[in-house]
Structure formats: structure tokens, C-alpha cells
């Protein structure tokens, strides 16, 4: 099976702020890979499927990046709602499909 | 609207089985593929399965492969997802998701989730 490895797995920021959050994988998956958000009791929220390319409604201060075996997800001016966990996704091979270990947007 | 609701919350003893249901709406049902996800407390996002709610053909982890069991009733445009010889790491939020239009691996809508609680 494809392991993803996100880091970091928990960062603080500011309102407004730049975030960064990387998405590797254990081998190349092309830009098969999609971006979730979830909030605390909810279900996760589709943001970027193919890599790069926006969910419809998704904001645009969303956008991801990247090919083969390293991805990034940027949240350009981070924003209240934005405060979350964030999972990448492999779609490239399965079964199994498989996710990162999540990574937990706090406010500083 | 898309619309998936589950079923509610159940509480199972260790080596019992549970079964989920997902019911769809707002879209044609046949059209879209079905995944169960779940939510370990938390922990992160595991797949389970994959349905075709056309045919019926199913793809299971290997991880479950002989005690998860995917079947969907077109007439009610429902899907479920039975889990047997329950144990307690099998405490989790179950989730139904479609499969996204072009990328059906990508799940576009998710149901509200279903806890299931093992426990003696």
C-alpha cells in the first residue's frame, strides 16, 4: 500500500498568515492525490483533487501544488474557518486508498 | 441537493456484527460510486470499501477483506456496509462518501457519519 506522510502534523498561525502543509509519498503517484479539511464532528470537506485543481465553492486562498511524490496544500491568508485538520489522499493505486496522518491548523 | 444519511448511532459487543446504512438522494444513485471511511477517535481517515451501486461489484481493504460486507438496494437508492466479529478497535465514525465525477477515488459528499461503539 501507498503511505502518505504529512508534516507538520500540528502547526499554529495567525489569521492572515501563509500556511504550508507537505504531503509525501512512500512511491510516485503522478497527481493523483486529493486535499480534505474536517472540522471538529464533521464530516471532511473535498478542497483539491488532482493535485491542483479547486472543488467547486472551495475559496481560492486554497491551492495545491505538486506531482509524483511531493505535494503541498497553501493557504494563502489563512482565515477563522480555516482552522482545522487538513488530510491529503492517494487515488493513484488501490485497494487500498490511503490517507496522511492529518495535519491540525490551531490558532497561536 | 446531494444528500447521504446515515443511520444512527449503535453499540455492539465484541464479536457481533453492525450494519450501516447510507441513504442517497438528489442525484441518480446508479451513477456513482459509494465508499465506506472511517474515524477512529482521534485518529485519522481509514478506507474501507468501494461499492458500484450499478452492478454491485465491491473492492474491500485487505484490512477488512472476510468480515466487511457492501451491498446497496436500488430501490431505495441505499447502500450498506456490514462489519462482523466486532472488536473493540473497531470503535469509529462510519463514514458513506460518493465518488467524485471524473475522479471516483475522491469523495465528493460524505454522509453525517455513524459511531459505532464496541464494547463489552
Known amino acids: 500500500a501507498i503511505q502518505l506522510t504529512q508534516s507538520p502534523s500540528s502547526l499554529s498561525a495567525s489569521v492572515g498568515d501563509r500556511v504550508t502543509i507537505t504531503c509525501r509519498a512512500s512511491?510516485?503517484?503522478?497527481?493523483?492525490l486529493a486535499w480534505y479539511q474536517q472540522k471538529p464532528g464533521k464530516a471532511p470537506k473535498l478542497l483539491i483533487y488532482?493535485?491542483?485543481s479547486l472543488e467547486s465553492g472551495v475559496p481560492s486562498r486554497f491551492s495545491g501544488s505538486g506531482s509524483g511524490t511531493d505535494f503541498t496544500l497553501t493557504i494563502s491568508s489563512l482565515q477563522p474557518e480555516d482552522f482545522a485538520t487538513y488530510y491529503c489522499q492517494q487515488f493513484n493505486s488501490y485497494p487500498p486508498l490511503t490517507f496522511g496522518g492529518g495535519t491540525k491548523v490551531e490558532i497561536k | 441537493q446531494v444528500q447521504l444519511v446515515q443511520s444512527g448511532a449503535e453499540v455492539k459487543k465484541p464479536g457481533a456484527s453492525v450494519k450501516v446504512s447510507c441513504k442517497a438522494s438528489?442525484?441518480?444513485?446508479?451513477?456513482?460510486?459509494m465508499h465506506w471511511v472511517r474515524q477512529a477517535p482521534g485518529q485519522g481517515l481509514e478506507w474501507m470499501g468501494i461499492?458500484?451501486?450499478?452492478?454491485?461489484?465491491?473492492s474491500y481493504a485487505q484490512k477488512f477483506q472476510g468480515r466487511v460486507t457492501m451491498t446497496r438496494d436500488t430501490s431505495t437508492s441505499t447502500v450498506y456496509m456490514e462489519l462482523s466479529s466486532l472488536r473493540s478497535e473497531d470503535t469509529a465514525v462510519y463514514y458513506c462518501a460518493r465518488g467524485a465525477p471524473f475522479y471516483s477515488s475522491t469523495f465528493d459528499y460524505w454522509g453525517q457519519g455513524t459511531l459505532v461503539t464496541v464494547s463489552s
Open positions: 512511491q510516485g503517484i503522478s497527481s493523483a
Open positions: 461499492i458500484n451501486p450499478s452492478g454491485g461489484s465491491t
Open positions: 438528489g442525484y441518480t444513485f446508479t451513477s456513482y460510486y
Open positions: 488532482d493535485a491542483s
